[in-house]
Antibody
Framework: EVQLVESGGGLVTPGGSLGLSCAAS????????MSWVRQAPGKGLEWVAR??????????DYAAPVKGRFTISRDESKNMLFLQMNSLKTEDTAVYYC??????????WGQGTLVTVSS | QSALTQPPSASGSPGQSITISCTGT?????????VSWYQQHPGKAPKLMIS???KRPSGVPDRFSGSKSGNTASLTVSGLQAEDEANYYC?????????FGGGTKLTVL
């Protein structure tokens, strides 16, 4: 059974940085395309970032609002996925979900971790 | 404003069928057979209901079905049940990005 568990959310001031982690079990992250999806309070879903498998070069893609500020990465030895968020803005406030991505779909989701950007 | 357009709400009585639409462009829905649908109950993580336009993951009831015509995708829920009341989101691959619809709140009357 695939399980994804996010951590690292919290309160941060505008302009600050925060790193999210996602611990995976039941799948090997180096063999999986992974993605982060976020949901602002009371709003819809928004794709944030994606990383390909190791054999596909580990290439990354980002949504326009976060490009240049966020970095998706993974640690194969720990089987963990990360999202480093810099220069945070109030509009980045959301629940961030770690997901397993495959053929255009997000097949497995973690429970989410809340990031609040506020002064 | 979301990249894909969904009606904000839909409703039906138990046992009835409803269809939720999701409209995009030739650069997303119309260009790829990578449309997905997600169900989200309040306070819960989304759940994949339909992938690649028509595929149902294991465990999803066959009351849920997907289709696509041109730039518009649709999710049909047949034999509505009380537990189907939730928010539903469509998504589509669009090259090097993935787009979501704004969501449709389905109410079972």
């Amino acid at each position: 059974e695939v399980q994804l568990v996010e951590s690292g959310g919290g309160l941060v001031t505008p302009g600050g940085s925060l790193g999210l982690s996602c611990a995976a079990s039941g799948l090997t992250l180096s063999h999986a395309w992974m993605s982060w999806v976020r949901q602002a309070p009371g709003k819809g879903l928004e794709w944030v970032a994606r990383i390909s498998t190791k054999t596909n070069g580990g290439t990354t893609d980002y949504a326009a609002p976060v490009k240049g500020r966020f970095t998706i990465s993974r640690d194969e030895s720990k089987n963990m996925l990360f999202l480093q968020m810099n220069s945070l803005k109030t509009e980045d406030t959301a629940v961030y979900y770690c997901t397993k991505y495959d053929s255009g779909s997000f097949h497995y989701w973690g429970q989410g971790t809340l990031v609040t950007v506020s002064s | 404003q979301s990249a894909l357009t969904q009606p904000p709400s839909a409703s039906g009585s138990p046992g009835q069928s409803i269809t939720i639409s999701c409209t995009g462009t030739s650069s997303d829905i119309g260009g790829y057979d990578f449309v997905s649908w997600y169900q989200q109950h309040p306070g819960k993580a989304p759940k994949l209901m339909i992938s690649e336009v028509t595929k149902r993951p294991s465990g999803v009831p066959d009351r849920f079905s997907g289709s696509k015509s041109g730039n518009t995708a649709s999710l049909t829920v047949s034999g509505l049940q009380a537990e189907d009341e939730a928010n539903y989101y469509c998504s589509s691959y669009a090259g090097n990005k993935i787009l979501f619809g704004g969501g449709t709140k389905l109410t079972v009357l």
